[in-house]
C-alpha cells in the first residue's frame, strides 16, 4: 500500500460538461513524489469513499497533481462529492502514485483512442510523447462538443488529434475503419467506456495483443 498524505485543492475549473479539473498541491509546499504517464491517485472522499483519478499534468511536474474528475449518472457518491462538495483550499487524503497503464517508451509511433473522461490518462502520455519528438496522433470521441474535456490545450496539438462528435457525426467512432489501416508496430492506447474498449479490442487484434493497452 502507498503512503497516504494530506493534499490541499489549490485549483478547480469546469473542462466540459460534467468534467472538472483539480489541482492537488502539498500544503507545506513540499514536491510530490514522481509519477509516469498513465498513473493515477486514490482519493479518500467523505464519508469513507475511495475513489481512483488519473494524472493529467505533465509527468515532470513536481509542485502539482492534476487530476480530472467526470459526473457519473450512476454515482455510487465519489463523483457527486467531487462535483457538489469539494471547495478551494480544502484538504484531501491522497495515495502515492499508482501506474497500471504504463506507456512502453519505446514503441515506433502511439495511437491513444479516448472516449469521454478517458482522456485524462492519455493526455499525460501525448505530453510525454511531445517532450520526446514521438510519433503519435489522438482519436477522441464524445457525445458532443460540449462533453470534450481539455479541449484548449488540445487545440495545441491540432495536427495529431482528431475529434469526433457523435451528435455531429452521426453515430459513434468508427473503431474499425480507423484500426483496420493502422501501421505494424504501432501501441495502441485505449481508456473510456466499456463498449469502445470492446471495440478496439476486437478490430485492433492484428495488431498483435502486445501492441494493445487498456
Known amino acids: 500500500m502507498s503512503l497516504r498524505r494530506r493534499l490541499r485543492v489549490a485549483r478547480i475549473a469546469a473542462e466540459a460538461r460534467d468534467v472538472m479539473s483539480i489541482e492537488l498541491v502539498d500544503p507545506t509546499g513540499a514536491p510530490l513524489p514522481p509519477f509516469e504517464p498513465g498513473a493515477h491517485v486514490t482519493l479518500h472522499l467523505p464519508p469513507g ?11 515532470r511536474e513536481r509542485h502539482r497533481y492534476v ?16 462535483h457538489g ?37 492519455l493526455l499525460s502520455m501525448v505530453r510525454w510523447c511531445e517532450a520526446h519528438g514521438r510519433d503519435w496522433k489522438l482519436l477522441y470521441a464524445a457525445r458532443s462538443r460540449l462533453r470534450l474535456a481539455f479541449y484548449e490545450e488540445l487545440r495545441a ?17 468508427d473503431v474499425r475503419g480507423i484500426l483496420q489501416d493502422v501501421e505494424p508496430g504501432t501501441h495502441v492506447y485505449c481508456c473510456g467506456p466499456a463498449p469502445l474498449m470492446e471495440q478496439v479490442q476486437a478490430h485492433g487484434a492484428h495488431l498483435g495483443a502486445h501492441a494493445l493497452h487498456f
Open 85 to 121: 462538495s469539494l471547495r478551494l483550499g480544502a484538504e484531501l487524503a491522497c495515495n502515492e502514485p499508482t501506474n497500471n497503464f504504463r506507456l512502453v517508451p519505446h514503441a515506433p509511433r502511439y495511437l491513444f483512442i479516448a472516449g469521454g473522461i478517458g482522456i485524462t490518462p
Open 157 to 173: 496539438f491540432a495536427g495529431r488529434v482528431r475529434l469526433h462528435c457523435d451528435d455531429e457525426q452521426g453515430g459513434p467512432l
Open 49 to 59: 469513499i475511495e475513489r481512483q483519478y488519473s494524472l493529467v499534468n505533465d509527468w
Open 67 to 82: 487530476l480530472g474528475g467526470g459526473r457519473a449518472a450512476a454515482s455510487r457518491g465519489g463523483s457527486e462529492w467531487i
